[in-house]
Protein backbone atom coordinates (compact mmCIF):
# COMPACT_ATOMS: atom_id res chain seq x y z
CA UNK A 1 0.00 0.00 0.00
CA UNK A 2 0.97 3.59 0.22
CA UNK A 3 3.91 4.65 2.63
CA UNK A 4 2.73 8.04 2.43
CA UNK A 5 -0.19 9.73 3.52
CA UNK A 6 -0.13 7.28 6.34
CA UNK A 7 -0.99 4.62 3.95
CA UNK A 8 1.28 1.53 3.40
CA UNK A 9 2.34 0.96 -0.20
CA UNK A 10 1.64 -2.54 -1.31
CA UNK A 11 -1.66 -3.97 0.52
CA UNK A 12 -4.80 -4.69 -0.66
CA UNK A 13 -6.47 -6.17 2.80
CA UNK A 14 -10.37 -6.09 2.78
CA UNK A 15 -10.57 -9.48 1.35
CA UNK A 16 -10.41 -12.97 2.85
CA UNK A 17 -7.15 -14.30 1.61
CA UNK A 18 -4.13 -11.84 2.23
CA UNK A 19 -4.72 -8.60 2.53
CA UNK A 20 -2.27 -7.44 4.71
CA UNK A 21 -0.30 -4.19 4.05
CA UNK A 22 -2.29 -0.95 2.51
CA UNK A 23 -3.22 1.32 5.16
CA UNK A 24 -6.82 0.30 4.12
CA UNK A 25 -7.06 -2.97 2.21
CA UNK A 26 -4.52 -5.02 4.28
CA UNK A 27 -6.06 -8.26 6.06
CA UNK A 28 -9.18 -9.20 4.15
CA UNK A 29 -7.82 -11.67 1.60
CA UNK A 30 -6.72 -14.77 3.84
CA UNK A 31 -9.97 -14.38 5.32
CA UNK A 32 -11.73 -14.54 2.38
CA UNK A 33 -10.99 -17.78 1.28
CA UNK A 34 -12.10 -19.56 4.37
CA UNK A 35 -15.59 -17.41 4.56
CA UNK A 36 -15.55 -18.69 0.68
CA UNK A 37 -15.29 -21.99 1.58
CA UNK A 38 -17.98 -21.57 4.02
CA UNK A 39 -20.44 -20.41 1.70
CA UNK A 40 -19.83 -22.86 -1.51
CA UNK A 41 -23.14 -24.39 -0.92
CA UNK A 42 -26.72 -21.84 -1.29
CA UNK A 43 -28.03 -24.35 0.70
CA UNK A 44 -25.95 -23.18 3.77
CA UNK A 45 -27.36 -19.97 3.89
CA UNK A 46 -30.44 -18.73 5.76
CA UNK A 47 -33.23 -16.20 4.00
CA UNK A 48 -33.71 -14.74 7.79
CA UNK A 49 -36.89 -16.78 7.85
CA UNK A 50 -35.47 -20.06 8.84
CA UNK A 51 -34.84 -21.80 12.30
CA UNK A 52 -31.61 -21.71 13.73
CA UNK A 53 -29.09 -24.61 13.22
CA UNK A 54 -26.91 -25.92 15.81
CA UNK A 55 -24.09 -23.48 17.37
CA UNK A 56 -26.15 -20.41 15.57
CA UNK A 57 -26.80 -17.58 17.67
CA UNK A 58 -30.00 -17.55 19.71
CA UNK A 59 -31.79 -15.08 17.62
CA UNK A 60 -30.55 -15.80 14.15
CA UNK A 61 -28.74 -13.20 12.20
CA UNK A 62 -31.30 -10.89 10.17
CA UNK A 63 -30.99 -9.30 6.66
CA UNK A 64 -31.69 -5.17 6.49
CA UNK A 65 -34.62 -4.39 4.76
CA UNK A 66 -34.62 -4.12 1.16
CA UNK A 67 -35.51 -0.69 0.56
CA UNK A 68 -33.04 0.52 2.47
CA UNK A 69 -30.04 -2.14 1.74
CA UNK A 70 -30.37 -4.52 -1.22
CA UNK A 71 -26.94 -6.12 -0.51
CA UNK A 72 -27.28 -9.59 1.33
CA UNK A 73 -26.40 -10.42 4.76
CA UNK A 74 -23.82 -13.52 5.73
CA UNK A 75 -25.65 -15.53 8.38
CA UNK A 76 -22.90 -17.85 8.43
CA UNK A 77 -19.94 -14.93 8.89
CA UNK A 78 -17.32 -14.81 11.66
CA UNK A 79 -19.08 -12.19 13.07
CA UNK A 80 -22.73 -14.31 12.84
CA UNK A 81 -20.46 -17.23 14.64
CA UNK A 82 -18.80 -14.69 16.90
CA UNK A 83 -22.43 -14.05 17.90
CA UNK A 84 -22.99 -17.59 19.31
CA UNK A 85 -20.20 -17.96 20.76
CA UNK A 86 -20.75 -15.09 23.13
CA UNK A 87 -23.87 -16.10 23.95
CA UNK A 88 -23.36 -19.84 24.64
CA UNK A 89 -20.64 -18.54 26.94
CA UNK A 90 -23.71 -16.23 28.79
CA UNK A 91 -21.95 -12.81 27.54
CA UNK A 92 -25.09 -11.64 26.11
CA UNK A 93 -23.78 -8.02 26.06
CA UNK A 94 -20.71 -9.04 23.99
CA UNK A 95 -23.16 -10.74 21.93
CA UNK A 96 -25.28 -7.70 21.02
CA UNK A 97 -22.46 -5.51 20.54
CA UNK A 98 -21.01 -7.79 17.54
CA UNK A 99 -24.48 -8.11 16.22
CA UNK A 100 -23.79 -4.69 14.96
CA UNK A 101 -20.81 -5.86 12.54
CA UNK A 102 -22.95 -9.68 11.89
CA UNK A 103 -26.27 -8.26 11.30
CA UNK A 104 -24.84 -5.60 8.35
CA UNK A 105 -23.66 -7.30 5.06
CA UNK A 106 -19.71 -6.76 4.18
CA UNK A 107 -17.70 -7.82 1.59
CA UNK A 108 -16.86 -11.52 0.18
CA UNK A 109 -13.46 -11.99 -0.86
CA UNK A 110 -13.24 -14.69 -3.81
CA UNK A 111 -10.32 -16.74 -2.85
CA UNK A 112 -7.88 -17.93 -5.78
CA UNK A 113 -8.34 -21.44 -6.01
CA UNK A 114 -12.17 -21.58 -6.85
CA UNK A 115 -13.47 -18.40 -8.38
CA UNK A 116 -16.19 -20.43 -9.85
CA UNK A 117 -17.61 -22.25 -7.14
CA UNK A 118 -17.49 -19.26 -4.46
CA UNK A 119 -19.06 -16.73 -6.62
CA UNK A 120 -22.11 -19.26 -7.20
CA UNK A 121 -21.89 -19.78 -3.72
CA UNK A 122 -22.39 -16.31 -2.41
CA UNK A 123 -24.94 -14.93 -5.08
CA UNK A 124 -27.26 -18.07 -5.06
CA UNK A 125 -27.37 -17.68 -1.26
CA UNK A 126 -27.99 -13.84 -2.15
CA UNK A 127 -30.19 -14.84 -4.76
CA UNK A 128 -32.25 -16.94 -2.06
CA UNK A 129 -32.34 -14.03 0.68
CA UNK A 130 -33.55 -12.26 -2.82
CA UNK A 131 -30.50 -9.56 -2.26
CA UNK A 132 -27.38 -8.43 -4.03
CA UNK A 133 -24.13 -10.01 -3.14
CA UNK A 134 -21.17 -8.17 -2.27
CA UNK A 135 -17.58 -9.59 -4.01
CA UNK A 136 -14.05 -8.29 -3.95
CA UNK A 137 -11.28 -9.16 -6.18
CA UNK A 138 -8.03 -9.26 -5.36
CA UNK A 139 -5.93 -11.43 -7.43
CA UNK A 140 -3.84 -9.08 -9.72
CA UNK A 141 -0.63 -10.68 -10.97
CA UNK A 142 2.34 -9.09 -8.82
CA UNK A 143 -0.60 -7.97 -5.95
CA UNK A 144 0.67 -5.71 -3.31
CA UNK A 145 4.17 -5.65 -4.55
CA UNK A 146 5.34 -8.58 -2.11
CA UNK A 147 4.02 -7.25 0.74
CA UNK A 148 1.89 -8.84 3.85
CA UNK A 149 -0.91 -9.42 0.71
CA UNK A 150 1.21 -10.28 -1.76
CA UNK A 151 0.74 -12.71 -4.28
CA UNK A 152 -2.18 -13.07 -6.72
CA UNK A 153 -2.44 -14.92 -10.01
CA UNK A 154 0.89 -16.43 -11.46
CA UNK A 155 0.64 -14.64 -15.51
CA UNK A 156 -1.47 -12.64 -17.37
CA UNK A 157 -3.62 -15.62 -18.56
CA UNK A 158 -4.27 -17.22 -15.05
CA UNK A 159 -5.92 -14.05 -13.97
CA UNK A 160 -8.01 -14.28 -17.18
CA UNK A 161 -8.95 -17.65 -16.62
CA UNK A 162 -9.38 -16.98 -13.12
CA UNK A 163 -11.92 -13.97 -14.30
CA UNK A 164 -13.66 -16.21 -16.25
CA UNK A 165 -14.33 -18.49 -13.76
CA UNK A 166 -15.85 -15.18 -11.20
CA UNK A 167 -18.04 -14.40 -14.09
CA UNK A 168 -19.33 -18.01 -15.04
CA UNK A 169 -20.01 -18.27 -11.26
CA UNK A 170 -22.18 -15.35 -10.77
CA UNK A 171 -24.18 -15.77 -13.82
CA UNK A 172 -27.17 -13.62 -14.22
CA UNK A 173 -27.74 -13.12 -10.57
CA UNK A 174 -27.15 -9.57 -8.69
CA UNK A 175 -24.07 -8.55 -7.85
CA UNK A 176 -21.82 -5.52 -7.24
CA UNK A 177 -18.08 -5.78 -7.78
CA UNK A 178 -15.07 -4.14 -6.19
CA UNK A 179 -12.13 -4.82 -8.58
CA UNK A 180 -8.48 -4.76 -7.55
CA UNK A 181 -8.02 -2.85 -4.67
CA UNK A 182 -4.36 -0.85 -5.08
CA UNK A 183 -4.27 -2.26 -8.25
CA UNK A 184 -4.63 1.29 -9.56
CA UNK A 185 -2.52 2.87 -7.41
CA UNK A 186 0.54 0.77 -7.02
CA UNK A 187 0.59 1.50 -11.09
CA UNK A 188 0.77 5.56 -10.00
CA UNK A 189 3.34 5.28 -6.95
CA UNK A 190 5.84 2.98 -8.38
CA UNK A 191 5.51 0.57 -6.36
CA UNK A 192 4.57 -2.12 -9.35
CA UNK A 193 7.38 -2.16 -11.86
CA UNK A 194 7.16 -0.61 -15.03
CA UNK A 195 7.27 -4.02 -17.19
CA UNK A 196 4.23 -5.10 -15.74
CA UNK A 197 1.90 -1.42 -16.18
CA UNK A 198 0.90 -2.34 -19.86
CA UNK A 199 -0.21 -5.80 -19.01
CA UNK A 200 -2.12 -4.47 -15.82
CA UNK A 201 -4.36 -2.78 -17.67
CA UNK A 202 -5.29 -5.14 -19.85
CA UNK A 203 -5.94 -7.23 -17.31
CA UNK A 204 -8.33 -4.39 -15.52
CA UNK A 205 -9.86 -3.34 -18.85
CA UNK A 206 -10.60 -6.93 -19.91
CA UNK A 207 -11.97 -7.23 -16.41
CA UNK A 208 -14.92 -4.90 -16.20
CA UNK A 209 -15.38 -6.00 -20.25
CA UNK A 210 -16.51 -9.56 -18.91
CA UNK A 211 -17.95 -8.89 -15.81
CA UNK A 212 -20.23 -5.90 -17.29
CA UNK A 213 -21.35 -8.32 -19.90
CA UNK A 214 -23.17 -10.06 -17.32
CA UNK A 215 -26.75 -8.92 -17.12
CA UNK A 216 -27.37 -7.99 -13.30
CA UNK A 217 -23.66 -7.08 -12.29
CA UNK A 218 -21.92 -3.39 -11.08
CA UNK A 219 -18.20 -2.85 -11.12
CA UNK A 220 -16.64 -0.42 -9.03
CA UNK A 221 -12.77 -0.30 -9.98
CA UNK A 222 -10.83 0.76 -6.70
CA UNK A 223 -9.57 4.20 -6.72
CA UNK A 224 -7.76 4.72 -3.46
CA UNK A 225 -8.65 6.83 -0.60
CA UNK A 226 -8.64 10.52 0.57
CA UNK A 227 -5.20 10.35 2.19
CA UNK A 228 -3.06 8.87 -0.63
CA UNK A 229 -2.47 11.74 -3.01
CA UNK A 230 -4.76 13.86 -5.37
CA UNK A 231 -7.02 12.74 -8.02
CA UNK A 232 -4.86 14.22 -10.70
CA UNK A 233 -2.44 11.24 -10.09
CA UNK A 234 -4.88 8.79 -10.88
CA UNK A 235 -7.29 10.02 -13.18
CA UNK A 236 -5.66 8.95 -15.93
CA UNK A 237 -4.62 5.53 -15.27
CA UNK A 238 -7.55 4.91 -13.80
CA UNK A 239 -9.47 5.77 -17.69
CA UNK A 240 -6.34 3.57 -19.22
CA UNK A 241 -7.66 0.69 -16.79
CA UNK A 242 -11.15 1.13 -18.35
CA UNK A 243 -13.27 3.10 -15.72
CA UNK A 244 -15.28 4.50 -18.13
CA UNK A 245 -16.73 0.87 -19.27
CA UNK A 246 -17.53 0.44 -15.52
CA UNK A 247 -20.17 1.40 -13.03
CA UNK A 248 -18.05 3.76 -11.47
CA UNK A 249 -15.25 3.41 -8.69
CA UNK A 250 -14.58 2.59 -4.88
CA UNK A 251 -12.62 4.72 -2.28
CA UNK A 252 -11.26 3.84 0.96
CA UNK A 253 -11.00 0.36 0.58
CA UNK A 254 -9.81 -0.95 4.00
CA UNK A 255 -9.02 2.44 5.24
CA UNK A 256 -9.94 5.24 7.74
CA UNK A 257 -10.64 8.34 5.93
CA UNK A 258 -13.92 9.85 7.19
CA UNK A 259 -17.04 9.68 4.80
CA UNK A 260 -16.93 13.31 4.52
CA UNK A 261 -13.57 13.03 3.70
CA UNK A 262 -13.83 10.37 1.04
CA UNK A 263 -16.97 11.90 -0.83
CA UNK A 264 -14.97 15.23 -1.04
CA UNK A 265 -12.04 12.88 -3.03
CA UNK A 266 -14.43 11.33 -4.64
CA UNK A 267 -16.05 13.95 -6.37
CA UNK A 268 -12.60 15.97 -7.09
CA UNK A 269 -12.11 12.29 -8.92
CA UNK A 270 -15.49 12.18 -10.34
CA UNK A 271 -15.11 15.54 -11.94
CA UNK A 272 -11.80 14.04 -14.21
CA UNK A 273 -13.46 10.89 -15.54
CA UNK A 274 -17.00 11.77 -16.54
CA UNK A 275 -18.63 12.18 -13.47
CA UNK A 276 -18.51 8.35 -12.72
CA UNK A 277 -20.36 7.53 -9.33
CA UNK A 278 -18.45 5.80 -6.84
CA UNK A 279 -19.10 4.10 -3.56
CA UNK A 280 -17.04 4.34 0.17
CA UNK A 281 -15.84 1.63 2.11
CA UNK A 282 -17.13 3.15 5.74
CA UNK A 283 -16.38 -0.45 7.84
CA UNK A 284 -14.08 1.12 10.26
CA UNK A 285 -14.12 4.79 9.21
CA UNK A 286 -16.48 5.80 12.45
CA UNK A 287 -13.83 7.87 13.88
CA UNK A 288 -11.53 8.66 11.65
CA UNK A 289 -8.03 7.79 10.49
CA UNK A 290 -5.62 7.24 13.29
CA UNK A 291 -3.31 9.98 13.83
CA UNK A 292 -0.25 8.28 16.39
CA UNK A 293 2.75 5.99 16.14
CA UNK A 294 4.59 5.76 12.85
CA UNK A 295 3.54 6.82 10.33
CA UNK A 296 4.02 4.00 7.64
CA UNK A 297 1.96 1.72 10.13
CA UNK A 298 -1.06 3.76 11.30
CA UNK A 299 -2.64 1.49 8.68
CA UNK A 300 -2.35 -1.67 10.68
CA UNK A 301 -4.96 -2.60 12.72
CA UNK A 302 -4.98 1.29 14.97
CA UNK A 303 -6.65 0.97 18.17
CA UNK A 304 -9.49 3.62 18.83
CA UNK A 305 -11.31 3.06 15.88
CA UNK A 306 -15.30 2.98 14.91
CA UNK A 307 -17.41 1.12 12.75
CA UNK A 308 -18.94 3.67 10.22
CA UNK A 309 -22.30 4.22 8.38
CA UNK A 310 -24.11 1.14 7.74
CA UNK A 311 -24.21 0.01 4.30
CA UNK A 312 -26.77 1.60 2.59
CA UNK A 313 -27.62 3.29 -0.88
CA UNK A 314 -29.53 5.24 0.53
CA UNK A 315 -26.72 8.21 0.08
CA UNK A 316 -28.93 11.29 -0.21
CA UNK A 317 -25.77 12.16 -2.89
CA UNK A 318 -26.43 11.54 -6.98
CA UNK A 319 -22.84 10.77 -6.82
CA UNK A 320 -22.49 8.43 -4.39
CA UNK A 321 -23.97 4.93 -4.89
CA UNK A 322 -24.06 3.53 -1.70
CA UNK A 323 -22.11 3.14 1.71
CA UNK A 324 -20.17 -0.50 1.88
CA UNK A 325 -18.55 -2.39 4.10
CA UNK A 326 -16.06 -3.93 1.61
CA UNK A 327 -13.19 -4.69 4.73
CA UNK A 328 -15.32 -6.78 7.27
CA UNK A 329 -14.76 -5.75 10.28
CA UNK A 330 -13.08 -7.34 12.73
CA UNK A 331 -10.60 -9.29 10.55
CA UNK A 332 -7.23 -8.23 11.32
CA UNK A 333 -4.73 -6.19 8.84
CA UNK A 334 -1.21 -8.32 9.85
CA UNK A 335 0.55 -9.36 12.29
CA UNK A 336 0.77 -5.90 13.92
CA UNK A 337 -0.42 -4.35 17.28
CA UNK A 338 -0.97 -8.09 18.38
CA UNK A 339 -3.29 -8.86 16.16
CA UNK A 340 -3.07 -12.31 14.02
CA UNK A 341 -2.29 -12.75 10.33
CA UNK A 342 -3.81 -10.62 7.72
CA UNK A 343 -7.72 -11.68 7.22
CA UNK A 344 -8.37 -13.69 9.97
CA UNK A 345 -10.83 -13.20 12.40
CA UNK A 346 -9.57 -10.96 15.51
CA UNK A 347 -13.03 -10.96 18.49
CA UNK A 348 -11.07 -9.02 20.84
CA UNK A 349 -10.31 -6.07 18.11
CA UNK A 350 -14.07 -6.57 16.47
CA UNK A 351 -15.94 -6.09 20.17
CA UNK A 352 -13.64 -2.71 20.50
CA UNK A 353 -14.84 -1.50 16.72
CA UNK A 354 -18.42 -1.99 17.94
CA UNK A 355 -18.36 -0.80 21.51
CA UNK A 356 -16.56 2.55 19.93
CA UNK A 357 -19.82 2.95 17.24
CA UNK A 358 -22.66 4.85 18.27
Not at 55 to 63: D, E, F, I, R
Request: with cysteine; glycine share 12%.
Amino acid sequence: MYRNAGIFRGSSGSSPEARGSRPGVRGVRASAALAGAALLLAGCFSSGDEQPKKGAAKTPVQQQPKDKDPYWVNPGGNAAKQVAAYEKAGKDEDAEQIRKIAEQPTGEWIGPENPEQEARGFTEAAEKADRDAILVLYNIPHRDCGNYSGGGAADGNAYRAWIDGVAKGIGDRGATVILEPDAVLHLVDGCTPDEFHEERYDLLKGAITKLKALKNTKVYLDAGNAGWGKPDQIFEPLTWAGVEQADGFAVNVSNFYTTQDSITYGKELSAKVGNKPFVIDTSRNGNGPYAEGAADERWCNPPGRALGEAPTTKTGDDLVDAYLWVKRPGESDGTCKGGPKAGEWWPQYALKLAEASK
